[in-house]
Protein backbone atom coordinates (compact mmCIF):
# COMPACT_ATOMS: atom_id res chain seq x y z
CA UNK A 1 0.00 0.00 0.00
CA UNK A 2 1.44 3.80 -0.91
CA UNK A 3 1.61 5.98 1.58
CA UNK A 4 0.86 9.82 1.34
CA UNK A 5 1.49 13.31 3.08
CA UNK A 6 -1.71 14.48 4.49
CA UNK A 7 -0.65 17.16 6.24
CA UNK A 8 2.33 19.32 6.92
CA UNK A 9 3.73 21.98 7.89
CA UNK A 10 6.78 24.66 7.11
CA UNK A 11 8.56 26.77 9.94
CA UNK A 12 11.17 29.44 8.90
CA UNK A 13 12.08 32.93 8.29
CA UNK A 14 8.98 34.48 9.90
CA UNK A 15 6.85 32.36 8.28
CA UNK A 16 4.43 29.54 8.82
CA UNK A 17 3.08 27.33 5.76
CA UNK A 18 0.39 24.57 6.50
CA UNK A 19 -0.84 22.94 3.95
CA UNK A 20 0.87 25.11 1.21
CA UNK A 21 -1.09 28.23 2.80
CA UNK A 22 1.03 30.90 4.32
CA UNK A 23 -0.66 31.08 7.72
CA UNK A 24 1.41 33.35 9.59
CA UNK A 25 4.23 36.08 8.64
CA UNK A 26 6.20 39.03 10.20
CA UNK A 27 8.39 41.32 8.99
CA UNK A 28 9.72 42.85 11.82
CA UNK A 29 10.55 40.06 14.38
CA UNK A 30 13.84 39.58 15.06
CA UNK A 31 13.60 36.58 17.73
CA UNK A 32 13.01 33.10 16.75
CA UNK A 33 10.99 33.02 20.32
CA UNK A 34 8.71 35.86 19.35
CA UNK A 35 7.78 34.05 16.25
CA UNK A 36 7.04 31.25 18.13
CA UNK A 37 5.10 33.01 20.52
CA UNK A 38 2.96 34.85 18.20
CA UNK A 39 2.18 31.69 16.25
CA UNK A 40 1.14 30.02 19.46
CA UNK A 41 -0.98 32.80 20.61
CA UNK A 42 -2.82 33.63 16.94
CA UNK A 43 -3.50 30.20 17.12
CA UNK A 44 -4.98 30.19 20.16
CA UNK A 45 -3.34 26.69 21.84
CA UNK A 46 -3.65 26.57 25.28
CA UNK A 47 -1.20 24.00 26.68
CA UNK A 48 1.02 25.98 29.58
CA UNK A 49 3.90 23.28 29.51
CA UNK A 50 4.18 24.97 26.41
CA UNK A 51 6.14 28.46 27.56
CA UNK A 52 8.42 25.75 29.89
CA UNK A 53 9.79 23.61 26.80
CA UNK A 54 12.88 24.43 25.29
CA UNK A 55 13.57 25.88 21.51
CA UNK A 56 13.65 22.69 19.78
CA UNK A 57 10.17 21.54 21.82
CA UNK A 58 8.77 24.67 21.14
CA UNK A 59 9.26 24.37 17.56
CA UNK A 60 8.49 20.69 16.88
CA UNK A 61 5.21 21.03 19.28
CA UNK A 62 4.04 24.14 17.30
CA UNK A 63 4.49 22.70 13.87
CA UNK A 64 2.71 19.04 15.08
CA UNK A 65 -0.13 21.23 16.64
CA UNK A 66 -0.65 22.73 12.98
CA UNK A 67 -0.46 19.65 10.97
CA UNK A 68 -2.93 17.82 12.90
CA UNK A 69 -5.72 20.67 13.68
CA UNK A 70 -5.78 20.31 9.76
CA UNK A 71 -5.81 16.13 9.57
CA UNK A 72 -6.45 14.39 13.24
CA UNK A 73 -5.19 11.41 14.08
CA UNK A 74 -8.83 9.87 13.95
CA UNK A 75 -9.37 5.82 14.63
CA UNK A 76 -5.92 4.92 15.23
CA UNK A 77 -4.77 3.27 18.23
CA UNK A 78 -2.24 4.92 19.94
CA UNK A 79 0.79 2.38 19.59
CA UNK A 80 0.57 2.48 15.97
CA UNK A 81 1.53 6.09 15.45
CA UNK A 82 4.80 6.68 15.13
CA UNK A 83 7.13 10.06 15.48
CA UNK A 84 10.80 10.03 13.22
CA UNK A 85 12.32 13.41 13.65
CA UNK A 86 15.72 15.01 12.92
CA UNK A 87 18.20 17.78 12.75
CA UNK A 88 21.46 18.43 12.61
CA UNK A 89 22.56 20.11 15.92
CA UNK A 90 20.76 17.76 18.38
CA UNK A 91 20.28 19.19 21.60
CA UNK A 92 22.70 22.07 21.81
CA UNK A 93 21.17 25.09 22.26
CA UNK A 94 20.06 23.69 24.89
CA UNK A 95 23.06 22.16 26.11
CA UNK A 96 24.34 25.81 25.82
CA UNK A 97 22.02 27.12 28.03
CA UNK A 98 22.55 24.29 30.36
CA UNK A 99 26.20 25.13 30.46
CA UNK A 100 25.43 28.66 30.86
CA UNK A 101 23.82 27.27 34.49
CA UNK A 102 27.32 25.29 35.25
CA UNK A 103 30.76 27.18 33.90
CA UNK A 104 31.14 29.45 36.81
CA UNK A 105 32.06 27.27 39.86
CA UNK A 106 30.97 30.22 42.19
CA UNK A 107 28.27 30.40 40.78
CA UNK A 108 26.91 26.83 40.07
CA UNK A 109 22.81 26.68 39.56
CA UNK A 110 21.75 24.05 37.59
CA UNK A 111 18.50 24.80 36.26
CA UNK A 112 16.18 21.57 36.39
CA UNK A 113 14.24 22.75 33.76
CA UNK A 114 16.88 23.02 31.65
CA UNK A 115 18.42 20.01 32.00
CA UNK A 116 15.88 18.18 30.87
CA UNK A 117 15.74 19.09 27.58
CA UNK A 118 19.51 18.38 27.07
CA UNK A 119 18.61 15.14 24.87
CA UNK A 120 17.01 15.93 21.30
CA UNK A 121 14.41 13.50 21.43
CA UNK A 122 12.65 14.63 24.34
CA UNK A 123 10.65 17.11 21.60
CA UNK A 124 9.56 13.89 19.87
CA UNK A 125 7.98 12.60 24.09
CA UNK A 126 6.17 16.74 24.60
CA UNK A 127 4.00 15.52 20.80
CA UNK A 128 2.98 12.04 22.29
CA UNK A 129 2.38 13.43 25.60
CA UNK A 130 -0.05 16.14 23.97
CA UNK A 131 -1.38 13.13 21.45
CA UNK A 132 -1.33 10.44 23.06
CA UNK A 133 1.25 8.88 20.43
CA UNK A 134 2.76 5.65 21.84
CA UNK A 135 4.09 4.24 18.68
CA UNK A 136 7.74 3.62 17.45
CA UNK A 137 9.61 7.12 17.60
CA UNK A 138 13.31 8.02 16.88
CA UNK A 139 15.36 10.89 17.05
CA UNK A 140 18.18 10.99 13.68
CA UNK A 141 21.05 13.39 13.70
CA UNK A 142 22.80 14.30 9.70
CA UNK A 143 24.44 17.45 8.82
CA UNK A 144 21.85 19.18 6.73
CA UNK A 145 18.27 17.66 5.52
CA UNK A 146 18.41 14.20 4.38
CA UNK A 147 14.95 13.26 2.69
CA UNK A 148 16.41 9.91 1.32
CA UNK A 149 17.30 8.84 5.18
CA UNK A 150 14.36 9.80 6.50
CA UNK A 151 12.03 8.66 3.93
CA UNK A 152 13.82 5.12 3.97
CA UNK A 153 13.32 5.28 8.21
CA UNK A 154 9.59 5.84 8.00
CA UNK A 155 9.02 3.38 5.01
CA UNK A 156 10.30 0.91 6.56
CA UNK A 157 8.18 1.54 9.35
CA UNK A 158 5.49 1.10 7.05
CA UNK A 159 6.67 -2.24 4.91
CA UNK A 160 7.45 -3.77 8.44
CA UNK A 161 3.31 -2.82 9.71
CA UNK A 162 5.35 -1.27 12.87
CA UNK A 163 2.61 2.02 11.72
CA UNK A 164 -0.15 3.12 10.30
CA UNK A 165 0.39 6.54 10.67
CA UNK A 166 3.71 8.57 11.52
CA UNK A 167 4.86 12.44 11.96
CA UNK A 168 7.86 12.45 10.20
CA UNK A 169 10.59 15.86 9.43
CA UNK A 170 13.10 17.88 10.33
CA UNK A 171 13.10 20.50 13.32
CA UNK A 172 16.23 22.23 13.92
CA UNK A 173 16.85 24.94 16.13
CA UNK A 174 20.08 27.13 17.43
CA UNK A 175 20.22 30.48 18.76
CA UNK A 176 18.23 32.41 16.38
CA UNK A 177 18.16 30.40 13.41
CA UNK A 178 15.32 27.64 13.34
CA UNK A 179 13.97 25.77 10.75
CA UNK A 180 11.39 23.06 11.05
CA UNK A 181 9.07 21.00 8.78
CA UNK A 182 6.27 18.27 9.81
CA UNK A 183 4.17 15.66 7.80
CA UNK A 184 1.78 13.66 8.72
CA UNK A 185 2.26 10.18 6.75
CA UNK A 186 -0.57 7.76 6.61
CA UNK A 187 -1.23 4.65 4.06
CA UNK A 188 -3.29 5.91 0.95
CA UNK A 189 -6.66 4.61 2.18
CA UNK A 190 -10.03 5.25 -0.19
CA UNK A 191 -12.57 8.02 1.14
CA UNK A 192 -9.73 9.11 3.53
CA UNK A 193 -10.49 12.82 4.62
CA UNK A 194 -7.47 15.59 3.82
CA UNK A 195 -7.13 19.41 4.89
CA UNK A 196 -9.73 21.30 2.63
CA UNK A 197 -8.26 22.43 -0.63
CA UNK A 198 -4.89 20.43 -0.16
CA UNK A 199 -4.02 17.47 -2.39
CA UNK A 200 -2.17 15.12 -0.68
CA UNK A 201 1.44 14.03 -1.71
CA UNK A 202 2.48 10.49 -2.41
CA UNK A 203 5.14 10.22 0.42
CA UNK A 204 8.48 9.71 -1.82
CA UNK A 205 12.04 11.48 -1.15
CA UNK A 206 11.62 13.70 -3.81
CA UNK A 207 8.08 15.45 -1.86
CA UNK A 208 9.60 15.50 1.43
CA UNK A 209 13.03 17.57 -0.34
CA UNK A 210 9.82 19.55 -2.00
CA UNK A 211 8.21 20.45 1.26
CA UNK A 212 11.40 21.54 2.56
CA UNK A 213 12.44 23.99 -0.14
CA UNK A 214 8.73 25.20 -0.16
CA UNK A 215 8.37 29.20 0.13
CA UNK B 1 6.40 39.95 55.32
CA UNK B 2 4.02 41.27 51.76
CA UNK B 3 7.06 42.90 50.29
CA UNK B 4 8.42 39.43 50.04
CA UNK B 5 5.83 37.45 49.17
CA UNK B 6 5.18 40.08 46.30
CA UNK B 7 9.25 39.91 45.22
CA UNK B 8 8.94 36.15 45.36
CA UNK B 9 5.57 36.31 43.32
CA UNK B 10 7.47 37.85 40.43
CA UNK B 11 10.71 35.59 41.05
CA UNK B 12 8.69 32.44 40.62
CA UNK B 13 6.73 33.32 37.82
CA UNK B 14 10.41 34.26 36.54
CA UNK B 15 12.07 31.36 37.34
CA UNK B 16 9.27 28.69 36.30
CA UNK B 17 8.22 30.55 33.14
CA UNK B 18 4.63 30.98 34.19
CA UNK B 19 4.34 33.10 30.99
CA UNK B 20 0.24 33.73 30.94
CA UNK B 21 0.24 34.52 35.02
CA UNK B 22 0.41 37.77 36.49
CA UNK B 23 1.26 38.35 40.40
CA UNK B 24 -1.92 39.24 41.34
CA UNK B 25 -3.18 36.23 39.85
CA UNK B 26 -1.20 33.93 42.95
CA UNK B 27 -3.03 34.08 46.07
CA UNK B 28 -0.10 33.99 48.20
CA UNK B 29 -2.03 31.18 50.59
CA UNK B 30 -3.52 29.13 47.67
CA UNK B 31 -1.00 25.58 47.19
CA UNK B 32 1.29 25.44 44.27
CA UNK B 33 1.05 22.42 43.45
CA UNK B 34 -1.55 19.72 42.76
CA UNK B 35 -4.24 23.43 42.32
CA UNK B 36 -3.57 26.45 42.18
CA UNK B 37 -0.53 27.26 39.57
CA UNK B 38 -0.31 23.14 38.94
CA UNK B 39 3.15 22.84 39.01
CA UNK B 40 5.32 19.86 38.71
CA UNK B 41 7.74 17.77 39.67
CA UNK B 42 10.65 19.75 37.77
CA UNK B 43 8.78 22.87 39.09
CA UNK B 44 9.81 22.06 42.40
CA UNK B 45 13.45 21.15 41.90
CA UNK B 46 13.52 24.54 40.00
CA UNK B 47 12.07 26.35 43.57
CA UNK B 48 15.17 24.62 45.74
CA UNK B 49 17.13 26.34 43.32
CA UNK B 50 15.61 29.31 43.49
CA UNK B 51 16.01 29.55 47.60
CA UNK B 52 19.68 28.91 47.34
CA UNK B 53 20.63 31.09 44.40
CA UNK B 54 18.31 33.97 45.31
CA UNK B 55 18.51 33.69 49.26
CA UNK B 56 21.38 31.24 50.01
CA UNK B 57 19.26 28.91 51.54
CA UNK B 58 19.87 25.39 50.61
CA UNK B 59 17.15 22.62 52.00
CA UNK B 60 19.16 19.69 53.46
CA UNK B 61 16.36 17.39 54.23
CA UNK B 62 13.72 17.35 50.89
CA UNK B 63 10.87 15.51 53.47
CA UNK B 64 10.62 19.98 54.17
CA UNK B 65 10.16 20.70 51.04
CA UNK B 66 6.20 19.75 50.82
CA UNK B 67 6.00 22.02 53.66
CA UNK B 68 8.16 24.97 52.86
CA UNK B 69 6.32 24.93 49.22
CA UNK B 70 2.56 24.82 50.31
CA UNK B 71 2.16 28.61 49.15
CA UNK B 72 4.25 31.32 48.43
CA UNK B 73 3.18 32.60 51.84
CA UNK B 74 5.09 29.72 53.15
CA UNK B 75 7.59 29.77 51.56
CA UNK B 76 8.28 33.97 52.47
CA UNK B 77 8.01 32.25 56.39
CA UNK B 78 10.61 30.08 55.35
CA UNK B 79 12.67 32.47 53.68
CA UNK B 80 12.46 35.73 56.62
CA UNK B 81 13.29 32.42 59.68
CA UNK B 82 16.61 31.14 57.65
CA UNK B 83 18.03 33.77 55.44
CA UNK B 84 21.66 34.24 55.77
Known amino acids: ?215 | MEELIEKLKKEVIEQLNLEDINPDDINPDSPLFGEGLGLDSIDALELIVLLEKNYGIKIEDPKDGKKIFHSIRTMAEYITEHKK
Open chain 1, 1 to 215: MDQIITSYCRIRDNEVIVNDRLIFYQENIVKFAEVLKSVYKQEQIIYPKFYKMDAISKLGFLATELVLKEKALEGYRPGTVGVVLSNSSSSLDTDIAHNETIKDRSSYFPSPSVFVYTLPNIVIGEICIRHKIKGENVFLISEAFNGKMLFSYVDELFTNERVDACLCGWVEALGNKYNAMIALVENNRPMQGTPAGFKPLLFNIENLNLIMTRN
